[in-house]
């Protein structure tokens, strides 16, 4: 099978990884909502279970918009659309549900990673892709705690971080938060680009040509090239419209469904 669209690869499989990824932010936020505003004591939401559901699902999103950072055209465009979504949510969310309010979400990490990529894609080139998304995954894991004020692995502070740099918006929309600042869904520059790097890396893994393997006849390729459910394609392929919809239309529902239950 060898599927192209505009002459280009067309990898079905991630389409539909990113449906299902989509598909459970959806139920997740859903939940989050029953939970933090309708009142649902799901105890287990709020546990390491509801924490590991979540991570997966921002890790995915992330891996997987860089991986195919490299497949797309316009990276300019379509990083200034995520982000102005991004910003669109910011500014609906502070009017309508500020106690609920989202500043430098996960559209706004997505946006300024695909427009931070421009520069550094012609120098990342340069890097071995293995090498590449071993040292990219390496400083997302040792720059992860960098929001708790250090570096390090896990619980394991390497290096404590001034005080004096978490002092305003820029410095909390690169990762050193202000004291006060809130968010039900903050993800900063540092660490979470370095995990957008990695999948760009991957994607090089992925396609690097070898003597006996060339692109399309690539067995990694060729499984991601196959559909296994076409409608979590079309999901995966509209995932930023979904994205910027899906919550209004959840809480309305939810809404409704809290007025007739009570």
């Known amino acids: 099978m060898s599927q192209k669209e505009n002459g280009k690869l067309r990898l079905h499989r991630i389409d539909e990884y990113r449906g299902f990824v989509l598909i459970n932010m959806i139920i997740y936020h859903a939940i989050w909502d ?9 105890q287990w939401y709020k546990s390491d279970i509801g924490f ?12 997987v918009s860089g991986f195919c950072w490299q497949m797309g055209s316009h ?11 991004g910003v669109i949510i910011s500014i609906v969310t502070m009017i309508a549900m500020p106690s609920s309010r989202v500043m430098f979400g996960i559209l706004t990490l997505l ?24 040292i990219s995954f390496a400083l997302f894991l040792f720059t992860y705690p960098v929001n708790r004020g250090y570096l390090g692995f896990g619980e394991e502070k390497i290096l404590e971080l001034p005080v004096e740099w978490y002092a305003n918006g820029f410095t909390t929309y690169l990762g050193f938060d202000e004291v006060g600042f809130y968010s039900t869904d ?8 370095f995990l957008f790097v990695t999948g760009y890396f ?28 076409p409608t979590l394609g079309w999901i995966g392929r509209r995932s930023l419209l979904i ?20």
């Open 186 to 193: 903050y993800f900063s520059i540092i660490p979470w680009f």
């Open 111 to 134: 946006g300024s990673s695909m427009i931070l990529m421009i520069p550094l894609d012609l120098l990342c080139k340069k890097v071995q892709p293995i090498a590449g998304a071993v």
């Open 243 to 262: 994205y910027m919809l899906h919550q209004p239309v959840v809480y309305a529902v939810l809404y409704v469904w809290n007025i007739l239950s009570a």
């Open 75 to 85: 990276p300019l465009k379509r990083g200034l659309m995520v982000y102005g979504g």
């Open 34 to 42: 029953l939970v933090y505003i309708f009142g649902v004591n799901w």
């Open 52 to 63: 590991y559901w979540q991570q997966w699902i921002c890790w995915s999103f992330i891996l």
């Open 202 to 229: 991957l994607y090089g893994v992925v396609f690097k040509r070898t003597p006996k393997c060339g692109i399309e006849n690539c067995p990694v390729v060729l499984f991601l090239q196959r559909t296994c459910c």
